[in-house]
């Protein structure tokens, strides 16, 4: 089954610690993003990777980090959570070029940050 | 620069009534890429469509069918003969070609009352 998978998908952390959401897809698509949702301003996109080691800024990137050492995963990085970064966060997958395949989301991981 | 407006915040109406959901956009490119999302309660995002700026034609896809209008730089969505089911919030997203960028509308809330 074609899928992208995000963990964990509940998460609770303090201001602070160091922590990683993983997000793999099995369907050898090239491209894959971050996204996070915030009540009253929709998606916003953290970072996105056109392929491996090929990463690059989206809108609010600050303080996060990504990495694409492998096709299928793309974890995304909080090397200090704040407050401010609680949220939903998607990642998503979709091949060929920008705007002419469907975008395939993750479930979603939910973080709360104390 | 991109943006994407989604003016309704939430909507209500009551089980098969038609209902359209406005998204008006802002780009520079002659190139781009419109879509729409739906979010369920259970909180996935799921794909209804994609039209490339070149193709101007309506879709209709069973009860949903979308408008897509250069001239007023607007993709209107409207579902007819509403359902329970269709309570969700809806996303309009904007990409141009060759930037991986995707802007999200704030999205729009609507409630189906049976």
């Known amino acids: 089954e074609a899928q992208v998978t995000q963990n964990p998908r509940y998460l609770i952390t303090v201001t602070g610690k160091k922590l990683t959401v993983t997000c793999s897809q099995n369907?050898?698509?090239?491209?894959m993003s971050w996204y996070r949702q915030d009540p009253g301003l929709g998606l916003r996109q953290i970072y996105y990777?056109?392929?491996?080691?090929?990463?690059d800024k989206g809108d609010v990137p600050e303080g996060y980090k990504v990495s694409r050492k492998e096709k299928r995963n793309f974890p995304l990085i909080l090397e200090s959570p704040s407050p401010n970064q609680t949220s939903l966060y998607f990642c998503?997958?979709?091949?060929?070029?920008?705007?002419?395949?469907?975008?395939?989301f993750g479930p979603g991981t939910r973080l709360l940050v104390l | 620069a991109q943006k994407v407006t989604q003016a309704q915040t939430e909507i209500s109406v009551v089980e098969k009534e038609d209902v359209t959901l406005d998204c008006v956009y802002e780009?520079?490119?002659?190139?781009?890429?419109l879509f729409w999302y739906k979010q369920p309660p259970s909180g996935e995002l799921v794909f209804l469509i994609r039209?490339?700026?070149?193709?101007?034609q309506n879709e209709i896809s069973g009860r949903y069918s979308w408008n897509f209008q250069k001239s007023t730089s607007s993709f209107n969505f409207t579902i007819t003969a509403s359902q329970v089911v269709d309570s969700a919030v809806y996303f309009c997203?904007?990409?141009?070609?060759?930037?991986?960028?995707?802007?999200f509308g704030t999205g729009t809330r609507l409630k189906v009352l049976a």
């Open positions: 780009t520079r490119d002659t190139t781009y890429y």
């Open positions: 997203a904007l990409s141009d070609r060759g930037t991986y960028k995707y802007i």
């Open positions: 039209r490339n700026s070149f193709d101007e």
């Open positions: 990777s056109m392929n491996v080691e090929v990463t």
């Open positions: 998503a997958s979709t091949f060929g070029t920008s705007g002419q395949e469907t975008q395939y």
């Open positions: 369907m050898n698509h090239e491209y």
